[in-house]
């Protein structure tokens, strides 16, 4: 399986509209690719949170026509980052979309842990509930967002659900990269799973970003890696590998908690 991680420079000095018709175009060029991924909040920064509310839009809206149409065109699926979405009959919410193929939407994820400790993302979006798996011919993918990264339960969700291949879509700072990194791969190997990571680059509100994109493994081994600025980087690997992995150290077979509610006494 060849798949595609896109990370997209963010910043000030370019218009909405100028980057979604670049990133359409550069989606077109992976067509050969089974699995094209895009960062979170790519159309804004994840950290211009004045942005949101002006740039904010309805799901099938111009980021959602324009991710179809490439795909499509591509003859790919593309994991096409998040976008904030407005609901009409609610909050904001910070929501991947994953299209087929053919440029029909597959899935929508929004996501669960907003970051900002009660400010920022926590208080301007509103929280998804709804953990999310999408099969592809060659494997089962679990959706997260940035934050979730810190928070491992999700991810036993997403295996649970029957995740082979985790997708993080990401805008993370700079200064927390050693974190990124190390949650990717202790993820990857917790749960002996692939894991693609996309992260943006540039500067977002004056936060630098971490770029660093990163494919690991269910061993844990780096398959592949950005560096700090705009970067498509392309790996090959094989989803068999899963289930070899799990067949041959088994250690989810060996969970003793949170697999079923606890006795009483």
Known sequence: MRASVIQIAVNEDESVEARRRRVAATVREQ???????LPELWTTGAFAYEE???????????????????????????????????????PLYN??????PSGDLA??????HRFGFDKGEAV????????????LP??????????????PELYRGLVDAGAETLVVS???????????????????????????ACATAGTHAGVPQAGHSIVVDPWGEVLAQAGAGEEVLSVEFDPGKVAATREQFPALKDRMLGLQPPSRP
Not at 31 to 37: E, Q, S, Y
Not at 138 to 151: A, I, K, M, N, V
């Open 52 to 90: 949101f509310g002006r740039e904010a839009e309805p799901l099938e809206g111009p980021t959602y026509e324009a991710m179809a149409k490439a795909a499509s065109d591509a003859g790919v699926w593309l994991h096409a980052g998040s976008i904030p979405e407005r609901d009409p009959d609610g």
């Open 95 to 100: 929501t991947s979309l994953v299209f087929s």
């Open 170 to 196: 990401a805008g993370w700072p700079e200064r927390r990269r050693s974190h990124w990194t190390l949650l990717a791969q202790a993820r990857a190997v917790e749960n002996q799973s692939f894991l693609l």
């Open 138 to 151: 060659e494997t089962t993918l679990g959706l997260s967002t940035c934050y979730d990264l810190r928070f």
């Open 124 to 135: 301007l979006m509103g929280a998804g509930s709804e953990l999310v798996t999408v099969r």
């Open 31 to 37: 067509a050969g690719a089974d699995l094209v991924v």
């Open 107 to 112: 899935a929508a994820y929004r996501k669960i």
